[in-house]
């Protein structure tokens, strides 16, 4: 070996100076990948990222593969540079070769490399793919006892080596990748998106029209009564009932109704003929669920029911679109605004609002676990029906009764703080009354 002219000795060891940092870069691409968008490329049929998900499919392989290759190139690598050095200056070339080594190992087939894969993991992970999937098979003796070496020490240690599905996000997860696409794609576009992730969590409870504010059509009510409702209503579909809404005969769609009408013959025996049965839904139904069920059962509308089987609210299908993509409909209850902003910069509210809603509108957080609507809140926290002018505090937000009729809190006023907390709710701190 001392024949060997030092050119080719220097020109070999650079060469395993490479490989080395072609192993170390393409170790730290192929983890960095992003899998999904890997996945993406692997449906277009491109061949590195074909390759590449093929590898990462066994990970535990393709890490013995690529530390087994660096390994033994540092090894060459180790021994080349004592021999270069012992042939230049002799025992004290030895110490030299070390310390250079150190360097230039780090420098060339350590760090530089990783941090360029980091950057950059498809530039240098896909083409690398080529190199491994052959790879893989010529060595696959040779990992296969590693890995079975590797799992016969884990197991002496009582450390399982069952891989587990790291790829799959769940909601929340999902919920900060898309917060991350800020910039990518349309603030409306992610909202609905997130919106769409809510649904999950969101029951028909927390949208549904509650039992007291159905507006339907009693068949023991004076005819005349009834004639004037569906002329001055806005609804496409109304429920029909006797005495109460318990009592359902089923839906009746105006748009039948109406030619009745122009013919004169409209009376409650045709209406009853014209009603579609009623949909019921039991309480505590997530979106997601109650909008398949909608498709599946071609229905728009449905009646949310307790477990006694006694009817609780009213849901459309428009109620669960609008969790989603927002206020878009006509819904003539809309005239009625349940939010004027006073002077003063508070607001004052409808009883009758949902928590969610009134969160969502004024950026605030008061409790929504526990009574849906603004009314059952403040009846929670007070314990009793509070009179007109009574103040409370609701999670560091203060709050006014304006008006009470029929044992509600038909209105109160909101006020938003600067220092308001946006914490856990709190129990009430009265401020008079």
């Given at each position: 070996?001392?024949?060997?002219?030092?050119?080719?000795?220097?020109?070999?060891?650079?060469v395993?100076?490479?490989?080395?940092?072609?192993?170390?870069?393409?170790?730290?691409?192929?983890?960095?990948?992003?899998?999904?968008?890997?996945?993406?490329?692997?449906?277009?049929?491109?061949?590195?990222?074909?390759?590449?998900?093929?590898?990462?499919?066994?990970?535990?392989?393709?890490?013995?593969?690529i530390?087994?290759?660096?390994?033994?190139?540092?090894?060459?690598?180790?021994?080349?540079?004592?021999y270069?050095?012992?042939?230049?200056?002799?025992?004290?070339g030895?110490?030299?070769?070390?310390?250079?080594?150190?360097?230039?190992?780090?420098?060339?087939?350590?760090?530089?490399?990783?941090?360029?894969?980091?950057?950059?993991p498809?530039?240098?992970?896909?083409?690398?793919?080529?190199?491994?999937?052959?790879?893989?098979?010529i060595?696959?003796?040779?990992?296969?006892?590693?890995?079975?070496?590797?799992?016969?020490?884990?197991?002496?240690?009582?450390?399982?080596?069952?891989?587990?599905?790291?790829?799959?996000l769940?909601?929340?997860e999902?919920?900060v990748?898309?917060?991350?696409?800020?910039?990518l794609?349309?603030?409306s576009?992610?909202?609905?998106?997130?919106?769409?992730?809510?649904?999950?969590?969101?029951?028909?409870?927390d949208?549904?029209?509650?039992?007291s504010?159905?507006?339907?059509?009693?068949?023991?009510?004076?005819w005349?009564?009834?004639?004037?409702?569906?002329n001055n209503?806005?609804?496409?579909?109304?429920p029909?009932?006797?005495?109460?809404?318990?009592?359902?005969?089923g839906?009746?769609?105006?748009?039948?109704?109406?030619?009745?009408?122009l013919?004169?013959?409209?009376n409650?025996?045709?209406?009853?003929?014209?009603?579609?049965?009623?949909?019921?839904?039991p309480?505590?139904?997530?979106?997601?669920?109650?909008?398949?069920n909608?498709?599946?059962?071609?229905?728009?509308?449905?009646?949310v029911?307790?477990?006694?089987?006694?009817?609780?609210g009213?849901?459309?299908?428009?109620?669960?679109?609008?969790?989603?993509?927002?206020?878009?409909?006509?819904?003539?209850?809309a005239?009625?605004?349940?939010f004027?902003?006073?002077?003063?910069?508070?607001?004052?509210?409808?009883?009758?609002?949902?928590?969610?809603?009134?969160?969502?509108?004024?950026?605030?957080?008061?409790?929504?676990?526990?009574?849906?609507?603004?009314?059952?809140?403040?009846?929670?926290?007070?314990?009793f029906?509070?009179?007109?002018?009574?103040?409370?505090?609701?999670?560091g937000?203060?709050?006014?009764?304006?008006?009470?009729?029929?044992?509600?809190?038909?209105?109160a006023?909101?006020?938003?703080?600067?220092?308001?907390?946006?914490?856990?709710?709190?129990?009430?701190?009265?401020?008079?009354?």
């Amino acid at each position: 070996m001392n024949d060997i002219p030092l050119t080719w000795l220097f020109i070999t060891f650079i060469v395993l100076i490479l490989m080395s940092g072609f192993f170390s870069s393409s170790e730290t691409g192929l983890m960095s990948l992003n899998r999904y968008r890997l996945k993406h490329l692997a449906g277009k049929k491109h061949g590195g990222a074909v390759r590449a998900v093929s590898l990462l499919k066994q990970p535990d392989k393709l890490i013995t593969l690529i530390l087994l290759g660096n390994n033994f190139v540092n090894i060459l690598i180790t021994q080349l540079a004592t021999y270069i050095g012992y042939r230049l200056y002799g025992e004290a070339g030895i110490a030299i070769a070390a310390g250079l080594l150190t360097l230039i190992l780090l420098l060339f087939a350590e760090v530089t490399p990783k941090t360029l894969a980091a950057a950059y993991p498809e530039k240098i992970a896909l083409p690398a793919a080529y190199v491994y999937q052959p790879l893989s098979k010529i060595f696959h003796p040779v990992v296969w006892v590693i890995n079975w070496l590797a799992r016969l020490v884990l197991k002496i240690f009582l450390i399982s080596d069952k891989n587990s599905d790291n790829d799959a996000l769940n909601s929340e997860e999902l919920r900060v990748a898309v917060n991350e696409t800020s910039g990518l794609i349309p603030d409306s576009h992610r909202d609905m998106l997130l919106s769409i992730l809510d649904l999950e969590r969101v029951t028909v409870d927390d949208i549904m029209v509650p039992r007291s504010e159905i507006i339907g059509i009693d068949l023991e009510d004076d005819w005349h009564e009834t004639l004037k409702l569906i002329n001055n209503l806005s609804y496409t579909r109304i429920p029909i009932y006797t005495d109460n809404i318990d009592n359902l005969i089923g839906i009746a769609q105006l748009r039948k109704v109406l030619p009745l009408l122009l013919n004169d013959e409209f009376n409650p025996e045709s209406l009853v003929n014209l009603t579609r049965e009623g949909y019921f839904i039991p309480e505590g139904t997530p979106l997601t669920t109650q909008l398949i069920n909608f498709r599946k059962n071609k229905r728009r509308i449905g009646f949310v029911v307790d477990e006694y089987g006694d009817i609780q609210g009213l849901v459309a299908i428009e109620d669960i679109l609008e969790e989603i993509v927002g206020e878009f409909t006509t819904d003539p209850t809309a005239l009625h605004q349940d939010f004027f902003r006073d002077a003063d910069g508070s607001f004052l509210v409808d009883g009758a609002t949902h928590i969610r809603d009134i969160n969502r509108n004024l950026e605030i957080q008061l409790p929504s676990e526990g009574p849906r609507t603004l009314n059952g809140l403040i009846l929670e926290h007070m314990e009793f029906i509070p009179e007109s002018g009574t103040s409370l505090k609701i999670s560091g937000y203060p709050v006014e009764i304006m008006q009470v009729k029929n044992n509600m809190v038909k209105t109160a006023r909101i006020s938003l703080p600067a220092d308001a907390p946006a914490t856990s709710p709190q129990s009430e701190l009265p401020l008079n009354g």
